[in-house]
Structures are given as C-alpha cells and as structure tokens.
C-alpha cells in the first residue's frame, strides 16, 4: 500500500512570494490532516478535511494560508504572502476516519528569506 | 482541557541499554485514544502505536513495550537493547472523543551512541 505523497520535498522563496504544497492521502483514507513542524517542536494542525469538507482549520492563518481538497482525494495547501515565520515543515497526514491512527507524508521544508 | 507531557527533552544512552521515555496525560473525556510517533532526522514521522482508553493491557513488539496507567494517567515507552537506529525524536500524543484532534507533547529526542 502507498503511503503519503507530498511535494515537492524542498521549497525555498523570498518573503511575500506565493508558495504551494501538494498531498495525496493513503487510497481509502477519508480524513486528511495539513500540520506546520517548526524545528524543535511538535506538529500543529492547520487543517483538517473529512472527504472534501473542512471539519477544523481554527489554527489556520487565512489571511494567507488557504487549502483545498476539491474531490475527496488530493489537497493543495497555499501560502500567500509568504512571511519569514512561515519557514517550517508541512506535513500532511491521513486517517481512515476521524480518531484513527494518522499517517505521514515526508514533509515539505520550506525555507522563507 | 487535553495537555500532554513529555519531560524529557533529551536521553542519551549507550547502544543495547535500555530505555524508557515517559508521556502525562491530561483529559476529561471518557473515550480517549494515546499514541506514539517516531520522527527520524530524516523528518518523517512514523506512527508506532494507538491505545484506546479502556485496554489497559501492556503490548509489546519486538524491542519496543508500552506500559499504559490509567491510575497515573502514563503511557510510557520502553525501548529494550538500544540500536542506533532507534535514535530519533519520540512524540506522545493524544486525542479524545469530544473533538479527535491530536493533541501532542513537545518530544523525547533520543540519542544511542554506539
């Protein structure tokens, strides 16, 4: 069974430009989870999606974050402006259904100059 | 409110000693689920185990044991006869049944010198 796809792994960008960040989950998984890692801490969620509704985005900047999972399947998540604190790893996640066990992506490092 | 505890921030040990990484809960729900994640320095984290609030049973998997304790509301990890390999940041985290969202501790980052 394939895990989670992210790209692109790597991103770098100067401040204020637009960046965005692909996933596609686990086949089957309905529920799909955007984090923000910054080094030394653990995950926080941005987002979480069930099949293609939005069930918590609470700790979503959307003043400048914005993320989208148009059919159920992939999601893009997108930051602009992009801001120096921005730089962080993005993980998406997905689960079966809501509570189940998450499982992770490699990640996208962003760095923000 | 949920809050998890992980207080140690780092453990360095000799490879084939053991060791045990502890995580605090907090919460108020009835049904609530505990769960440790593995993040290797290569960034991906791996998820290792789910234990649901009534199965109080220790489980065991290879090298690897938790020791879950409603009474001291810990859900502790024990990796036995360290490996290199093991080194990593450890997550704890936990979500409940009245919103599901992973609540997470700060992580044991963990080194085994050989």
């Known amino acids: 069974e394939a895990g989670v796809a992210q790209s692109p792994r790597y991103k770098i960008i100067e401040k204020r430009q637009s960046v965005a960040f692909w996933c596609n989950p686990i086949?089957?998984?309905?529920?799909l989870y955007w984090y923000q890692q910054i080094l030394g801490q653990g995950p926080k969620l941005l987002i979480q999606?069930?099949?293609?509704?939005?069930?918590?985005d609470s700790q979503l900047p959307k003043d400048r974050f914005s993320a989208e999972r148009l059919k159920g399947v992939d999601s893009t998540l997108k930051i602009q402006p992009a801001k120096l604190e921005d730089s962080a790893v993005y993980l998406c996640?997905?689960?079966?259904?809501?509570?189940?066990?998450?499982?992770f992506g490699p990640g996208t490092r962003l760095t923000v100059l | 409110a949920q809050k998890v505890t992980q207080a140690q921030t780092e453990i360095s040990v000799v490879e084939k000693e053991d060791v045990t990484l502890d995580c605090v809960y907090e919460?108020?729900?009835?049904?609530?689920?505990l769960f440790w994640y593995k993040q290797p320095p290569s960034g991906e984290l791996v998820f290792l185990i789910r234990?649901?609030?009534?199965d109080e049973q220790n489980e065991i998997s290879g090298r690897y044991s938790w020791n879950f304790q409603k009474s001291t509301s810990s859900f502790n990890f024990t990796i036995t006869a360290s490996q290199v390999v093991d080194s990593a940041v450890y997550f704890c985290?936990?979500?409940?049944?009245?919103?599901?969202?992973?609540?997470w501790g700060a992580g044991t980052k963990l080194i085994i010198k050989p």
């Open positions: 996640a997905s689960s079966r259904t809501v509570g189940d066990e998450q499982f």
């Open positions: 086949s089957g998984h309905a529920t």
């Open positions: 999606f069930q099949n293609n509704g939005v069930v918590d």
């Open positions: 919460t108020r729900d009835t049904t609530y689920y």
């Open positions: 234990r649901n609030s009534f």
């Open positions: 985290a936990l979500s409940g049944d009245s919103n599901y969202q992973l609540i």
